[in-house]
């Protein structure tokens, strides 16, 4: 006789619970079971004592959020379903009607589109600041401001701002500081241990779809605090959303964790290599790459992450102004390792040409060159082919 539906569902053979691998179980779930109605009047959707509800948590995500605290230095993690989530769930969080925050005006563009669109349409009101001005964040900072991002380097041009300086500028008002530390991933320097005197930003976003993921196809976000009432101020929030990962994505995560710092390392040097060649090349009027001496903000890279000596795979470069939009849309076109595309952190170069008159607030910062600006995502290819890639794409100019 075949097993009834309930037997399939209720089969009394347990595996042993005692096994060991390197990599964990991936554990699935909405629902939960509460050994009795006692444990699930008493559920905690606090702290990791236990389970309660798929969305709020499970030993894969556990473990995933745990390492991921650790690998930024701090004390308590969100896991959130992409990388500009993790930024809606912060923003959501602290801000409410009457509000104001703070963006870099070469921030992370995203963050400032949910500014300019739903955060608007809540009665929240954001300005932009130059990242580079310590001062300029300090004069706008008011009554209203509630939440400054900062951002190490600007998105797409590159600028490494004085981080410890634009922390203790909200730390004189009071006010909370949120880092997108998708560069830094938690490698090039310790965003909760800024200066070495433990003093450093309350909030570290990370979008884990670019180097922890490291292949390109998982999107995920997290939200590191080092602060038990704030994480859980977010934790409510993130909860009242209904933001859940999936496990599968979760486990992808901790399968890419381990190699995180050997894979960062090589993107960086390839970068490095490739930034430096550029840097040599006629067609080229400027590098945009923190680590390389001349690019804006260089010397505070080198105070903030000379001790890790780490930078990222990711540099822009302005063409030099001779060449028109088609002849730069020309020479993307004729790369062929180099692939056009969105996002960073994966084995697959990329790249994209932006127009930064369009993504900058001339109220605020003046975009100096008149070239246009084309943004590289070194992944893990042989630097020589993609060096040789580069040049050929340069002679169809
Ligand atoms: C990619 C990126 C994000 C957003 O990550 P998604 O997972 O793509 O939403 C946020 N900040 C920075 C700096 C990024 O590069």
Redesign the pocket.
Known sequence: MSASATDLIHHSYVPPSSFEAPQPGVFKASTVFFPNVAAMRARDWKGKGGYTYGLHGTPTTFLLEERLAALEGGRQCLLA???????AVVALSLLSRGDEVLIPDN??G??KALAAGELANYGITHRFYDAMDPADLAARISERTRLVWI?APG?VTMEFPDLPALVAACRARGVACAL?N??GAGLAFNPFDLVGDGQGVDIS?H????YPSGGGDV???SVVTRDEALHLKLKLTHMRLGLGVGANDAEALLRSLPSVHLRYAAHDRAARTLATWLGEREEIAQVLHPALPGSPGHAHWQTLCGASDLAAGLFSVVFDGRYTVEAVDRFCDSLRLFKLG???GGPVSLVVPYDIGLMRDPGITRWPHKGTLVRFSVGLECVEDLQADLAQALAKL
């Open positions: 379903p992409s990388g500009l989530a993790a930024i921030a992370y995203p963050n951002e998105s997108d998708t560069w976003v979008a884990l779809t670019k999107l995920m976000g969105y996002s960073w």
